[in-house]
């Protein structure tokens, strides 16, 4: 489903379901997946105001109680004084085990003067008095809940799944296999599942069945290995050769249900035994890396068939790497899993390439494509097929829905996610004004066409052209003005020439200029100062990138975004190995060509990156697509239809100064008094709800949702 951002896509499908849930008590709970932790906050929030405004009006008496909560990392979670402390979300995980752990609470019992978490132990006291009332509760409510009750909220919301009638948490708990597991699992088929900003969920699956490994990776796993087996096998801490072999294996999530039902190969049942595997897979990868002098691209197959024939290490032992590895933690009582991260990534890869024959492709470069002269050898283990994430999902639960502003060209996910959708629906905004102005440049004042096509990209007078445009538009247009480049190195490349031919220090005179760089921190600050501008009335431009932290989460409602400008078409770095498999893939596979997909990837980045600028119905904004390239049919019928259906013939084609003309007459609209309640236009008369409840009754499966 396909709606335009701010109109109302959250409040629309949280209405609906769980006003179905209290209709049909048969319907599982509303699983509701986001991509950042201020989405779950959002989504948390409207639900707060839907069941306030459903109790005003019904007394609270027709409505069933609903318990609604966020569920996310122990790091958002923990209210432990010392633990939450911990800089980063491994620390907090590892501590946290470390001081709940079955074997540390054990020893506690012997020893008073062993740690252990009063939270936890306050929970595990509880038992099942261990309960939320009915309401909806953010993050913060339940670490406040947990404080007052002395309980651990991370393990309270986790019990609470069970209960709960609607749950929020973040895509990786639903799609990653190995998180989904120990999530996900007890959820019943059911639950009804959303998927809230979908646009990317492709690249979500293709990033969760991905590894990488690098020489670093491959000598901390060495490094692991010894640990276990001198620093633990060797000591005498290891459980006699009878309990390890009767451990609880845990099954890799990834696997198939033929896989499971294989035995676990007696080669590696032995600690020891398994040890020594993974000391020849580690050294026959290092080897590999070392000796990289070209790329080697292969599938899964020739990867195993090297493999077994240099070191003897087989497929079927390969799968259950990932089990042993758990299985032998557990039993050593390892709850510093962190430390172990290198080995873990190892044990991952081998589990998925001794798995999949197809799907996925293994790829090792002895230089990074970008930097030709600084050796960097990887071996990457790139999956191909996103259908293979999202299989498990569409498999599972019965009603499955996709959503977001930007799914431009709906039909074509379907193919790439390889589900039947019972319904594509894609709807427009109604706006009590024409609040949002797309507009097509082409060419500067002098006429010059202007493109970041690699031939076009270097050009002085292109750049010169795109610096003059911005400071034109930083005079005409008011507050914030929002810039988004191709990539950073094109970022990074057009600053500096602005610099040197003054056309920044010309912008600077009119706003603050703030720019975006890879590290967050810096980002961020640079975000609050660029708002503290904007309210400042100073006014200010900020720098960005598409694909970057910015052009996924940040919004730039009201007064921050008054104008976005997205100069270029940011088509994805085409002589990347990785994307270049995974084009081969999706042509053989799903007969997806290839410039086909490189275009609908690129537009709705283009179209994310100027959605930024309007997040309600009452926030106005400009949309530049500054390339000669958006002047196609065959990219502009790729953006989303609430964009298109406000791009006039007379907003097409423009050079700088007739942009400027049409800035400034939008600006001028825009500044008058308006009147939100407009019925009809931007709410539904009641004409217009019978012609739709009639429309559905006919036609009732357009109102259905993405299933499989």
Excluded at 80 to 106: K, M, N
Excluded at 281 to 293: F, P, S, V
Excluded at 498 to 505: A, N
């Amino acid at each position: 489903m396909q709606m335009p951002t701010g109109t109302g896509k959250t409040i629309t499908l949280l209405s609906l379901i769980t006003s179905y849930q209290l209709a049909h008590p048969e319907v599982g709970k509303l699983v509701y997946c986001t991509r950042t932790v201020p989405e779950m906050e959002k989504v948390l929030a409207e639900l707060h105001e839907l069941i306030t405004y459903r109790a005003r009006y019904t007394g609270g008496s027709s409505a069933l109680p609903i318990l609604a909560l966020g569920l996310s990392s122990r790091k958002n979670l923990c209210c432990h004084p010392t633990i939450s402390e911990e800089g980063s979300r491994e620390g907090v995980d590892a501590a946290c085990r470390r001081l709940t752990a079955s074997w540390t609470r054990e020893r506690a019992v012997s020893d008073p003067n062993i740690e252990l978490c009063e939270f936890f132990e306050g929970h595990e006291r509880a038992g099942t008095e261990a309960l939320l009332p009915p309401g909806v509760y953010t993050l913060a409510d339940m670490r406040a809940y947990g404080r007052k009750k002395g309980w651990c909220p991370y393990f309270l919301a986790r019990h609470m799944m069970a209960f709960a009638n609607v749950v929020v948490y973040n895509y990786q708990y639903m799609i990653d296999p190995k998180v989904s597991q120990m999530v996900s699992r007890e959820l019943e088929k059911e639950c009804v599942v959303v998927f809230d900003e979908a646009h990317n969920i492709d690249n979500v699956c293709i990033e969760s069945l991905s590894v990488n490994l690098r020489l670093q990776t491959l000598d901390s796993a060495s490094r692991n290995l010894t640990r276990l087996d001198t620093g633990l096998v060797s000591q005498g801490t290891l459980p006699d050769p009878g309990q390890v072999g009767g451990e609880e294996w845990l099954a890799h999530p990834a696997l198939p249900e033929d896989v499971l039902r294989e035995t676990v190969p007696g080669n590696i049942r032995r600690a020891e035994h398994f040890i020594t595997f993974m000391r020849r897979l580690i050294t026959y990868m290092r080897e590999r890396l070392g000796g990289a002098r070209q790329v080697v691209l292969e599938e899964p197959i020739a990867f195993l068939t090297s493999l077994q024939s240099n070191v003897a290490v087989d497929a079927k032992t390969l799968k259950f790497c990932y089990d042993r590895l758990t299985s032998l933690m557990k039993t050593l009582e390892i709850s510093n899993t962190e430390e172990f991260t290198p080995i873990s990534i190892v044990a991952d890869f081998a589990t998925l390439v001794g798995t999949y024959a197809r799907g996925f492709a293994v790829i090792t470069e002895p230089f990074d494509s970008r930097t030709p002269n600084i050796p960097d050898p990887v071996i990457q283990l790139s999956c191909l097929d996103a259908s293979l994430a999202m299989r498990p999902v569409f498999s599972k639960f019965q009603s499955v829905i996709i959503t977001s502003g930007t799914l431009s060209p709906i039909e074509l996910y379907p193919r790439i996610l390889n589900f039947n959708p019972v319904s594509i629906q894609s709807f427009s905004m109604t706006l009590p004004r024409d609040c949002i102005c797309p507009v097509v440049l082409t060419r500067g004042a002098d006429q010059m066409p202007m493109s970041t096509k690699f031939e076009m990209r270097a050009d002085s007078g292109v750049v010169r052209n795109y610096g003059r445009t911005l400071v034109e538009l930083a005079a005409v247009v008011p507050d914030g003005l929002v810039c988004f480049f191709v990539s950073y190195l094109y970022m990074d490349s057009i600053i500096s020439k602005w610099h040197d031919m003054g056309i920044l220090q010309e912008i600077m005179n009119h706003k603050l200029v703030f720019i975006e760089t890879q590290d967050v921190v810096e980002t961020t600050l640079a975000l609050d100062n660029f708002r503290r501008a904007c309210d400042s009335g100073r006014g200010a431009v900020f720098m960005s990138v598409a694909r970057g932290k910015v052009a996924e989460g940040i919004d730039f409602d009201r007064h921050y975004g008054r104008c976005v400008v997205m100069f270029g078409v940011p088509y994805q770095y085409t002589l990347s190995r990785v994307l270049r498999s995974r084009l081969d893939y999706l042509r053989d596979t799903f007969h997806i060509k290839e410039d086909d997909y490189l275009a609908f990837d690129a537009v709705r980045q283009a179209a994310q990156c100027v959605g930024r600028v309007i997040r309600s119905k009452s926030d106005y904004g400009m949309m530049v697509f500054a390339d000669k390239r958006y002047q196609r049919s065959d990219k502009r019928d790729k953006l989303p239809n609430w964009i298109t259906r406000h791009l006039r013939d007379g907003h097409l084609n423009l050079s700088t100064d007739m942009l400027l003309t049409v800035t400034r007459e939008f600006m001028r609209n825009m500044a008058q008094p308006f009147d939100q309640a407009s019925v009809g236009r931007s709410l539904l008369s009641e004409a217009q709800l019978n012609a739709l409840h009639q429309a559905s009754m006919a036609q009732p499966a357009a109102w259905g949702t993405l299933q499989s």
